[in-house]
Structures are given as structure tokens and as C-alpha cells.
T-cell receptor, first 114, second 112 residues
Framework: AQKVTQAQTEISVVEKEDVTLDCVYE???????LFWYKQPPSGELVFLIR??????QNEISGRYSWNFQKSTSSFNFTITASQVVDSAVYFC???????????FGTGTKLQVIP | DVKVTQSSRYLVKRTGEKVFLECVQD?????MFWYRQDPGLGLRLIYF???????EKGDIPEGYSVSREKKERFSLILESASTNQTSMYLC???????????FGPGTRLTVL
């Protein structure tokens, strides 16, 4: 069975603070993909990043960075110098290789206060 | 850019009504998905479709059916709407062999 846990339900930070969103996953598959999606108030989920299980390199994209650690089954997401536009619900997701179904976490609502 | 559109952003229906939610994608994707999103539960897969006329049950198919007569269109049907089907419904699509899904804007359905 696949499982994705986002233990932080809601986080509030003041603008320009750094914030890390946690994601812990469970799978028995050796090949899998991990994702982060952003859902702004408009409702549409926006794809942010994909990582496959064979690539543990951390990634940075502007103010966003992702830390993938297989040893702890975690795929954490850090926003540096947060901005009000970062306010959204963020979902972590797991797609085992060869399967069609994606398992989503319950989401973390991030509020960035000006 | 991939474009996934859903027929309505907001919908209000009465208990017992038959409800159709439509999803259209313009990128010739083989796979399409219907999810519902509820607070504290994240996204849960209702049905998905590998290709035209093909469908598979997801995690919570009870009370729903789907139709995929054309590649670009995937319809979710509530045969007899109930109040516990009040939710946000999200459609997604992806190219076969590619893992990223692309989502529509969602339909917020209220069943009274």
C-alpha cells in the first residue's frame, strides 16, 4: 500500500521568512515518483516538481528547493524568503512506477502574512 | 501549454438529481482522472481512464460512473446525487508514459 503523510495541516509565516513543508511517504516499490503540487485559492493544482526514486539530488528552482532523502522516506519542500503569492495549499504525491494511480497527501495550507 | 477545462466552476444540485461533470483536455492525452477533494482528506481518486472507452475504478467509485467516448472528454456522472457528494471535483490528464498530471480548475459541487 502507498501512503503520503503531510503532518503539517496549516502553517503561517511572516513574509520573507523561510518555510519548510514536510512530506513522508511509504511504498514497497523500488521505482517510484514523487511530486509537489501547489493549489492557489483559484483551485487549480499546479505541478511544481517531479523526482524519481533513483535521483536523490536536491533541486533548487529560484526560491524553491526540494530535499529528497530515501533513508528517511522524505521529500521536503523549502520556500526561501516567502512571499504573499506563495499562500496556497501544497500537496505532496507519490506515483509508484508502472502504476496509474497517484497517492496524494492531505495537503499543507501555507499562509504568508505581509 | 496543456489545457484542461471543466464545464462549471460552481454547481448546485438537489438530492436525487442526476449530475454530469464534464472535463475536456486539448493535448491528446491518453489518461484522464477524476478526483474529489475534501478538507483533511486530500485528493481521492474516483475513476480513471487509460484511453477511449476504457475505465478503471479508483479508491472511491461508489455512487459515481464515468464515460469516455472521445479521447479529449471524460465525464463524471452522479446517478442520484446525495449530500455527502458535496465536494470539490478535480479532473486531470496526462500523456501515457509520462507521470505528471495536469489539472483543471475544479468544480465545486453543492448538493442540497
Amino acid at each position: 500500500a502507498q501512503k503520503v503523510t503531510q503532518a503539517q495541516t496549516e502553517i503561517s509565516v511572516v513574509e520573507k521568512e523561510d518555510v519548510t513543508l514536510d512530506c513522508v511517504y511509504e511504498t514497497r516499490d523500488t521505482t517510484y515518483y514523487l511530486f509537489w503540487y501547489k493549489q492557489p485559492p483559484s483551485g487549480e493544482l499546479v505541478f511544481l516538481i517531479r523526482r524519481n526514486s533513483f535521483d536523490e539530488q536536491n533541486e533548487i528552482s529560484g526560491r524553491y528547493s526540494w530535499n529528497f532523502q530515501k533513508s528517511t522516506s522524505s521529500f521536503n519542500f523549502t520556500i526561501t524568503a516567502s512571499q504573499v503569492v506563495d499562500s496556497a495549499v501544497y500537496f505532496c504525491a507519490l506515483n509508484p512506477g508502472g502504476y496509474q494511480k497517484v497517492t496524494f497527501g492531505t495537503g499543507t495550507k501555507l499562509q504568508v502574512i505581509p | 501549454d496543456v489545457k484542461v477545462t471543466q464545464s462549471s466552476r460552481y454547481l448546485v444540485k438537489r438530492t436525487g438529481e442526476k449530475v454530469f461533470l464534464e472535463c475536456v483536455q486539448d493535448m491528446d492525452h491518453e489518461n484522464m482522472f477524476w478526483y474529489r477533494q475534501d478538507p483533511g482528506l486530500g485528493l481521492r481518486l474516483i475513476y480513471f481512464s487509460y484511453d477511449v472507452k476504457m475505465k478503471e475504478k479508483g479508491d472511491i467509485p461508489e455512487g459515481y460512473s464515468v464515460s469516455r467516448e472521445k479521447k479529449e472528454r471524460f465525464s463524471l456522472i452522479l446517478e442520484s446525487a446525495s449530500t455527502n457528494q458535496t465536494s470539490m471535483y478535480l479532473c486531470a490528464s496526462r500523456l501515457a508514459g509520462v507521470v505528471e498530471q495536469f489539472f483543471g480548475p475544479g468544480t465545486r459541487l453543492t448538493v442540497l
